[in-house]
């Protein structure tokens, strides 16, 4: 393959989208100069220099490729030769039928590969803007903790304000102060191992006493974000008890498929999950727990949960601000700025959700500027796929007047036609057959999209 410009492209941020960003663009034989602004600058959520570190969860979500769509991403980005797919497989630590990751050692197999590729460059440099003259090509993948030099820059290139939300972290727990009197191992229905979560459980005065202090438990203020949305898929643990005391027991905390055998003839009000956060297993992280409380308050909360009463505390839950592009209304097909088309964007400043998402913008990014750099036209994913879905939503399928954050799901799909939607009977699929069927279109549709 022939490229027409040996220029560098240059990307801003090393988190999990301009890494997949560069590891694509550097497989096509294009130059990359990576800039990363830790630690000449840090973040409120970081906690190490490495690149592509996993701030929040240590889950990559269902790797269910037939009845999922995040899992369904997954096997996507595995075709097409994903750098953090590989780093995620090659540390991945048990949980279900999820795929999560020993999170040190994940970034550390994804900083060593772009370390190692003579075609990466790696700054450690904050970009501010305006950019040079000579970046003819540009990826900003900063992220949800742009730094505000940047996001004036990006201001200032838009013409439009970004927006931003709450988005929370939950707190991890040393395995070894957890009380297995209390707690046991179990996934729920067994999944997986059967055994890949740790459970504690509340009976129905704890349960009432739990959200009573969720309630009114002091919680983190910030007054300059007052007004800001929360994103529905990650809301803090006391925003949905907040939204009606049952809430979380039909949410995070609730108690099917599982059964306590301390005490098997009771069954819980509500069930708080735990899960590996680590290779070692010495880390648990309290699932679906992200919270607002300030650090004591959450100490003294959390420890009243059955099996917590001494719980020591790795990382206590924290809250961020998350900035993102109105991306319907600002870029086109291939993630290009209209205003400007030398500058694309990748990742969660797009407006996508999660590592996943995340993960499969950069790599579109990608592939789209290789493509441009070897002188052809990008060539974009079928919509009927996971990735050409989730870009399809983000570059004009979302009402840009009402355009917030999105996971990879179904909705997002384009519904089956004729014979392809309907069953044995002449009657249209419908859960996990519908899910099913629009997979197997996904992989047929993927395949002819790469010519196999």
């Known amino acids: 393959m022939n490229i027409t410009n040996q220029n560098p492209v240059h990307i801003i941020g090393g988190g999990l989208a301009g890494s997949e960003a560069a590891w694509q663009l550097a497989r096509a034989g294009v130059p990359v100069t990576l800039h990363e602004m830790r630690p000449v600058r840090t973040t409120d959520a970081h906690v190490s220099d490495g690149l592509a570190e996993l701030v929040c969860s240590n889950s990559f979500r269902s790797d ?127 999944k997986g191992d059967g055994s890949d979560y740790i459970n504690c459980p509340l009976d129905a005065e704890q349960y009432e006493t739990f959200i009573d202090n969720l309630l009114e438990g002091e919680k983190t203020e910030f007054k300059e974000w007052e007004g800001t ?49 680590n290779a070692l297993g010495t880390l648990w992280n309290m ?39 109105n991306s319907p209304k600002l870029l086109n097909e291939t993630l290009a700025l209209k205003s400007h088309p030398h500058i694309r964007f990748a990742g969660q400043i797009t407006g996508c959700e999660g590592y996943v998402e995340s993960t499969s913008v950069g790599l579109m990014v990608g592939r789209f500027v290789a493509a441009e750099r070897m002188g052809q036209s990008p060539s974009l994913p079928p919509q009927t796929t996971a990735l050409g879905a989730l870009l ?17 799901n179904f909705g997002l799909f384009p519904d089956l036609e004729g014979d392809e939607g309907l069953n044995e009977k002449g009657r249209r699929l419908k859960g996990k057959d519908r899910k099913q069927a629009m997979s197997e279109r996904a992989r047929r549709d993927l395949n002819s999209w790469l010519g196999g």
């Not at 803007?129 to 730094?147: C, E, N, Q, R």
């Not at 949305?229 to 949410?251: D, H, K, N, S, W």
């Not at 399809?392 to 990879?408: C, L, S, W, Y």
Request: glycine share 10%; net charge negative.
């Open 64 to 190: 269910d490729a037939d009845f999922n769509a995040v899992g369904l991403m997954h096997q996507e980005l595995r075709r097409l030769g994903s750098l953090i797919m590989q780093a995620a497989d090659a540390n991945k630590v048990p949980a279900g039928g999820a795929l999560a990751v020993d999170r040190d050692a994940f970034s550390a197999t994804v900083q060593s590969a772009l370390e190692s590729d003579p075609l990466i460059e790696i700054h450690r440099e904050e970009v501010a803007g305006p950019f040079p003259d000579d970046w003819d090509k540009v990826i900003i993948a900063s992220g949800p903790l742009t730094s505000e030099r940047l996001a004036g820059a990006i201001r200032e290139l838009t013409g439009k304000n970004a927006l931003s939300f709450f988005d929370a972290i939950a707190p991890i727990v040393h395995k070894e102060s957890i009380d297995f009197d209390k707690a046991w191992y179990q996934s729920r229905y067994d």
């Open 229 to 277: 949305p929360y994103f529905e898929g990650c809301l803090p643990i006391e925003v949905m008890a907040e939204r009606g005391r049952q809430t979380l027991a039909f949410g995070p905390m609730k108690p099917v498929g599982l059964t306590n055998p301390h005490n098997p003839a009771v069954k819980p009000r509500g069930i708080i999950q735990l899960r590996q956060d």
């Open 287 to 325: 699932v679906g727990f992200q919270t607002k409380l300030t650090y004591g308050e959450q100490k003294r909360i959390f420890r009243t949960i059955p099996g917590l009463e001494k719980a020591e505390f790795a990382r206590l839950g924290g809250l961020h601000r998350n900035t993102f592009l």
């Open 392 to 408: 399809g939503h983000i570059t004009g399928g979302a009402d840009e007047k009402t355009f917030q954050p999105m996971n990879v």
